[in-house]
């Protein structure tokens, strides 16, 4: 006979310490969703979402890597769970990326010419007082270099 699948969660260990965090960071993300983006582009309506799925991964990713203040097991948990984007702390941990703000900054298939988002050059390599803004993601440098 089949395993019956029941919606309870086994919580490991040092989850009540990161819960209160995660649980703010994804009330945030419910009231970007829901605000009305009249007088925005397109993509404009999508820059605080990707800033706030920014924002949870760096969080578990600092606690993880950087403070070590949390176990493998949470850290797994909450990728699994889909707290953090994996495949974005992936980058991260890669020369150059530490400072990566979505993925869609690098894959070359999305921008003109093959190369990557003006928001990966370097400050000091940009022209002078020109402001750039990522039109995925709203950022405005990743660079490593900045």
């Known amino acids: 006979m089949p395993k019956i699948k029941t919606g309870r969660v086994n919580y490991p260990d040092g989850w009540e310490l990161i819960a209160p965090t995660l649980h703010d960071l994804e009330a945030k993300m419910r009231q970007a969703e829901n605000d009305p983006n009249d007088g925005k582009r397109k993509c404009e309506a999508l820059w605080p979402i990707f800033h706030i799925a920014h924002q949870k991964s760096r969080y578990i990713y600092d606690l993880y890597y950087k403070r070590q203040e949390i176990s493998r097991e ?73």
Request: hydrophobic share 25%; glycine share 10%.
């Open 74 to 146: 949470l850290y797994e948990f909450c990728l699994e769970q889909g707290y953090a984007d994996a495949n974005l702390i992936a980058k991260w941990k890669k020369p150059g990326y530490e400072r990566l703000c979505c993925l869609g900054c690098i894959q070359t298939r999305d921008h003109n010419f093959g190369t990557t988002c003006m928001c990966r050059v370097p400050k000091h390599l940009r022209e002078e007082n020109k402001v750039v803004e990522c039109v995925h993601c709203g950022c405005t440098g990743c660079g490593s270099g900045d």
